[in-house]
């Protein structure tokens, strides 16, 4: 039988491998799992307490508002706003950044969150998560955070990570090294460490993208999943759940391919769907530190420097073989 770790230890222990930490995303990350358990306690209870069913606000980007994101984005501010570790916070659910109040003090690193992905799944007791992920501020120490801290590169991330409210609830965890997976006891209410060094596997056969979009879709992607669907190996199997933390983390355990990509339709122009802060950039950062591949068929999604708060960018992401797949078809050296 092996050690059973809790998230706490877990983190104190990864602080004192760290020379020059100070303790403050130790802290930090300790207050996120509490916000998160408040969260996964609510969204277990959802339909007991009657909060189900759209509060009829819309978001930044137009999606209808759920009184669980709701619920989830207050209980992420009302507990990291106070704690001295953020400068500033960005939300999927809020169009400008969050400052934090003028009465607590301001931190060195800056939080950016989707409080509840894959909310409109919910209804049907589908698996959706939070999404998070921690930069360190660029603005001077003491100041109030600017969207110059927010507006980074998920390749200079600190920390990023998600939890998956499923069957049981997860945390899935990379502060830069390695990544690793806590499962939530319900009884005794700690995240134990699950799945230490979690790897991607180097190739899988599933495939997953809303394939009702396929008429949108650019040629080359097109002729990728004709290709997966007829090829002489065996086909790939299709799983999309719709929720992207659970296609992203079953393909981060069970390996394989899971694509977002542009969808073109009648303006010609191509549009994405998935944000960049909120979504691509901190599942980019699990994967690749798992070993594998996110892409949005130009650029690694982690190099992307963002323009914009809400900014959307395709997401191609997974197994190293089947994204390398992926891309010989989308620059053309298969068809
Ligand atoms: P949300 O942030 O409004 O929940 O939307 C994001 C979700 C992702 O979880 C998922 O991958 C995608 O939207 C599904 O989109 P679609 O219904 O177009 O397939
Ligand atoms: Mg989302």
């Known amino acids: 039988m092996g050690k059973i770790v809790s998230v706490q230890r877990y983190l104190v222990e990864t602080q004192k491998a760290l020379p020059d930490a100070t303790g403050a995303l130790t802290g930090l990350l300790w207050d996120l799992t509490i916000a998160f358990k408040l969260i996964a306690s609510s969204v277990n209870r959802a339909g007991l307490e009657n909060i189900l069913g759209y509060e009829g606000e819309k978001n930044p980007t137009g999606d209808d508002v759920t009184k669980l994101d709701r619920f ?74 600017t969207l110059d801290d927010v507006l980074q590169r998920g390749r200079d991330l600190v920390a990023a990570g998600y939890v998956i409210y499923g069957s049981s609830t997860m945390l899935v965890l990379s502060s830069g090294t390695r990544v690793d997976g806590f499962t939530l006891d ?35 992607t097109r002729k990728y999943i004709a290709w997966v669907k007829s090829r002489e190996a065996g ?15 079953r393909t981060l355990l069970y ?3 899971f694509l977002y990509p542009k969808m073109f339709q009648r303006s010609g122009r191509g549009e994405a769907k998935l944000r960049l802060l909120y979504e691509a950039a901190p599942m980019a950062y699990i994967v690749e530190k798992a070993g594998g591949i996110a892409t949005t068929g130009e650029e690694a999604i982690l190099d992307i420097v963002p323009e914009e708060l809400h900014q959307r960018v395709p997401v191609i992401t997974g197994s190293p073989h089947c994204v390398n797949e992926y891309l010989a078809f989308y620059r053309g050296e298969r068809a």
């Open 72 to 145: 989830s984005q207050d209980t992420i501010v009302r507990m990291m706003e106070h704690g001295g570790h953020l400068c500033c916070m960005a939300s999927e659910e809020e169009g400008k950044i969050i400052p934090i109040p003028r009465r607590y003090e301001r931190g060195k690193y800056v939080l950016s969150f989707d409080p509840l992905d894959g909310s409109s799944n919910i209804d049907a007791n589908v698996s959706v998560g939070t999404i998070f992920s921690i930069h360190h501020r660029r603005t001077a120490e003491g100041t109030d955070g």
């Open 255 to 257: 390996g394989g391919i």
């Open 186 to 220: 319900p009884q005794l209410g700690e995240f134990l460490l699950s799945h230490p060094d979690i790897r991607i596997p180097q190739r899988g056969t599933i495939y997953s993208t809303n394939e009702g979009y396929e008429a949108y879709w650019d040629e080359r």
């Open 235 to 249: 086909p790939y199997k299709a799983r999309y759940i719709g929720s992207m933390i659970a296609d992203v983390h």
